[in-house]
């Protein structure tokens, strides 16, 4: 295991539509991370596991976006009913006892 | 709300300066501060970390020192070389919070 590794690296959409990405942690890193960047900008915080369970979402996460972590392993990112907004880089971190935050190459999202 | 700022956006040098690199952070109440490097379309990789009880971390020609007080960390990269060119980004975690809170990055460029 050579690091966080998310799947797809694009992903090309019609609005309205359903899209899921999928990030495969480094292993034994307990704490998951998921977050949002658009051009020119830092990364912005979506949401947050240990182990599998959900313990922060940020107001970004509208109602549309959902992430799952089951057993604690991978996480998916699904959003629905895809807006030209939604366009952006989704990029997932994972760490451990050591806090270190390591990324993965990230899913590039456009909505056309 | 944690807001972290890097200035200047952008920067151009000669190969072989040493650089300095700033960031600041409104609330010094931090865990833990992290520089990652970004080249175009990929992910952040993790350049160095500093834990909250820690002032300064080396890694190669990378050294990060931190001071809480003034909510201040710089970064310093010797004898910089064109590979050196990316975006640099500082994100800080605190306040009860997992997340990383990132400033916009500054992109650097070193030319032959």
């Known amino acids: 295991d050579t690091g966080v590794s998310q799947d797809p690296r694009h992903k090309i959409t019609k609005r309205g539509q359903n899209v899921t990405f999928r990030c495969d942690p480094i292993s034994e890193h307990n704490r998951l991370y998921w977050y949002r960047q658009t051009l020119g900008q830092g990364p912005e915080f979506l949401t947050y596991f240990q182990n599998e369970a959900q313990l922060e979402k940020s107001r970004l996460l509208s109602d549309r976006f959902s992430a799952e972590r089951p057993k604690g392993s991978f996480s998916t990112l699904e959003i629905q009913r895809t807006e030209q907004g939604d366009s952006a880089m989704y990029l997932c971190?994972?760490?451990?006892?050591?806090?270190?935050?390591?990324f993965g190459q990230g899913t590039r999202l456009t909505v056309v | 709300k944690q807001e972290v700022t890097q200035i200047p956006a952008a920067l151009s040098v000669p190969e072989g300066e040493n650089l300095v690199l700033n960031c600041s952070f409104t609330d010094s109440a931090i865990y833990n501060l992290q520089w990652f490097r970004q080249d175009p379309g990929k992910g952040l990789t993790s350049l160095l970390l500093i834990q909250s009880s820690q002032r300064e971390q080396t890694s190669g020609r990378l050294n990060a020192s931190l001071d809480k007080s003034s909510g201040r960390s710089t970064l310093y990269i010797a004898a910089s070389q064109p590979g050196d060119s990316a975006t640099y980004l500082c994100?800080?975690?605190?306040?009860?919070?997992?997340?990383?809170?990132f400033g916009k990055g500054m992109k650097l460029t070193v030319n032959p």
């Open positions: 994100a800080v975690n605190g306040g009860g919070s997992e997340k990383l809170v």
């Open positions: 971190a994972s760490s451990g006892t050591g806090v270190e935050a390591f």
